[in-house]
């Protein structure tokens, strides 16, 4: 009798949200395919790229250009490459992406951003330094549109007394 009633208890608690014990989390699984890449989507405003990387020596190819070809300042070169110096794989991976939309600043972080993700997926352990610099989660900032009867998305038109 005292048996049931303790194990009644114990369905209790387990229905009222008590976990009886720490639930176990799954170790994360790479993720790649039958030629050794793994492929991510990024976004950035407007912009959206899609992102390959295998292993390699380090280049990246953008739309078909080299990434000084492409990404001319040495900026946005720069936003490239952050994911790999914070994970700590320089030139270890190959990139090759094809990006559509926005401006080039636009495009730079949609091309991080699927970067970020393509290693995550490739090698899970990177995945607590990407998280802990913030380039796993995606820049919701978008351009503003704009309303009838305004300038712009706020402006609006000059307002005159006489």
Do not use: C
């Amino acid at each position: 009798m005292a048996e049931e009633i303790k194990s009644l208890e114990e369905l209790n608690t387990v229905a009222e949200g008590a976990a009886p014990e720490a639930e176990i989390e799954t170790p994360r699984e790479p993720v790649r395919d039958e030629l050794g890449r793994s492929y991510a989507t990024g976004k950035r405003k407007d912009a959206v790229a899609r992102v390959w990387i295998k292993p390699g020596s380090g280049k990246v190819n953008v739309n078909g250009k080299e990434i000084n070809k492409y990404f001319a300042r040495p900026v946005l070169q720069m936003i490239l490459r952050q994911p790999f110096t914070v994970a700590g794989v320089e030139d270890q991976f190959d990139v090759m992406a094809t990006v559509k939309g926005g401006g080039l600043s636009g495009q730079a972080g949609a091309v991080k951003h699927g970067i970020s993700k393509a290693l995550q997926l490739y090698d899970p352990a990177l995945r607590p330094a990407l998280k802990a610099a913030g380039f796993l989660t995606r820049d919701s900032r978008v351009v503003e549109r704009k309303k009838y009867g305004r300038r712009k998305a706020r402006r609006s038109f000059q307002f005159s007394k006489r």
